[in-house]
């Protein structure tokens, strides 16, 4: 069967036959009707996001304007603010706290490590030793968390390594003055606020890194030069041209560092005090306690903050940086 030709003033079009069989049909109809393609695509993932995932915040949401009867333990299905309630409650505001405050800590601390690795690869990496760059900052993703949190369970025990470089230094003073702080220390690292932060700092460094070396990477070089033609100091081009350029790539791995600090739950369990913060309160409300509406209320918390967060992380551009 040969192919049929339309001629018209200017324009000429080939009508190629139809393929044979299932597939050749199916194909045609995809071809002719491009939107169909789409919506089949689109379908299943959207019926995932929708239904599993926002399915699952909207119950989570429902859970938390329930509340728990104190005589039978049973939960009372009536509508009720008295479960938010609960979270003004001084213990409960405290875990909010802590929790909030480790998480700007953390992001703090990421952004100015990450900045100076960041800049030196985004200026003065090239070739092999980009390759090296990018090797370093990814090889701790690749392993097991769990393993690297015990891992440094053991490097901040009392007898682990920390303890002994300190005490070869004849620092053991000064590691000593440490843990006796009131709010940082404990009987030791691993047991203390100041274990939590340094593993979760970690833990999360990668994902401050990487977007911050993309924003400056993207920064003209010649502005920095013409900054310094101009009679900028080192500190004011870092003030009024890379810190504000690269802004935006800051902030895109605060999001990473702050969301992932303010929810997790398997760090404080394992290195840091008897102290909650939100994830373990969520997991001790639900499991242990069987207070599901206070565990799901405990769960509104970082989803309102962090939407408050992505807000103003959208108003600084940060999106275009990820």
Known sequence: MTSLALTKPGVTTSILPGRGGFF?????????????LLFLMLTPPLLWLGIIYIGSLIALL?????????????INYEFTLATYAELLNPTNFDIIVRTLA???????????IAFPIAYYAARYAQGKWKAFFYLGVMLPLWSSYLVKIYAWKLILAKEGILTWIFAKLHLSWLLD???????????SLSVSYLGTFVVFVYI?????????QAALERVPAN?????????????QTFRTVLFPLSLPGIVAGSIFTFSLTLGDYIIPQ??????????????????????????AAFS???????AIYLWLAKKQGAFDAL
């Open 24 to 36: 050749g049909g199916l194909s045609d109809a995809f071809w002719r009707h491009p939107k169909l």
């Open 62 to 74: 429902l859970q938390s304007f329930f509340s728990i009867d104190d005589f039978s333990g049973l």
């Open 102 to 112: 480790m998480a700007l800590m953390v992001t703090i601390a990421s952004a100015v």
């Open 177 to 187: 003055g440490i843990l006796t702080l009131p709010i940082v220390g404990g009987n």
């Open 204 to 212: 999360w460094l990668p994902y401050m890194i990487l977007p911050t």
């Open 223 to 235: 502005l920095i030069e013409a900054a310094s033609d101009l009679g900028a100091t080192p500190g």
């Open 270 to 295: 394992i290195i840091g005090s008897s102290r909650l913060f939100i994830g373990q309160a969520v997991y001790a409300q639900q499991g242990t306690a069987g207070n599901v509406p206070l565990a």
């Open 300 to 306: 509104v918390v970082p989803i309102v903050i962090m």
